[in-house]
């Protein structure tokens, strides 16, 4: 006699009513950015999916206050798709699952005085069940395998980072004129 055993990957909830239902995977995840430079000033930001959550502005997504008169990291999430003072925010989360999602980060060094540029190294921490196989920033460093990048940023001048949640690798261009 043969027995054939099959499984199947569709999760399913057995009432005790006797009725099944389909159970949904649910993802929800957040990366903190922080950026801190050679003289001890620093800033960070917050991304991430939450199922209950809107790609667009909802209860998660908090704007970024303005910044001091001067000596600074400053460090904002931009989307132009939302409204005034969302486009710039501080924490930005969007709704899961998902295939694709892309963030638009911008790093800005503004030193007490001069024009000097500073080494900003970025770290960050990943938290939470993600539906992504990567999460890159500029296409060449997977967030979810290294934990920071190190750049040169000069005075005043932002530098500009494309973050892609996705599960395929793809060369991407960075549009620099998003913010």
């Avoid at 649910?26 to 960070?44: A, L, R, S």
């Avoid at 939470?128 to 290294?146: P, Q, S």
């Avoid at 990048?149 to 005075?155: G, I, S, V």
Wanted: proline share 6%; aromatic share 16%.
């Amino acid at each position: 006699m043969l027995l054939a055993i099959s499984f199947s990957a569709i999760a399913i909830d057995a009432r005790k009513d006797g009725d099944y239902k389909r159970v949904t995977r649910t993802f929800e995840w957040d990366i903190n950015i922080e950026g801190h430079e050679t003289g001890g000033k620093w800033d960070y930001v917050i991304f991430g999916e939450k199922p209950d959550a809107s790609d667009l502005v909802d209860q998660y997504d908090v704007p970024k206050c303005p910044p001091p008169p001067n000596g600074y990291v400053r460090m904002i999430l931009i989307n132009n798709e939302l409204p005034y003072p969302y486009n710039y925010a501080w924490f930005e989360y969007r709704h899961s699952p998902d295939i694709y999602k892309t963030w638009n980060l911008k790093v800005q060094w503004v030193p007490q005085t001069g024009e000097e540029e500073t080494e900003i190294t970025l770290t960050w921490d990943l938290t939470g069940r993600v539906e992504y196989k990567y999460i890159m920033l500029n296409n060449d460093i997977n967030m979810k395998k290294d934990n920071s990048f190190e750049f040169t940023c000069q005075a005043y001048i932002p530098t500009y980072f494309e973050i892609v949640a996705t599960n395929k690798v793809f060369k991407t261009v960075i549009d620099y004129n998003f913010g």
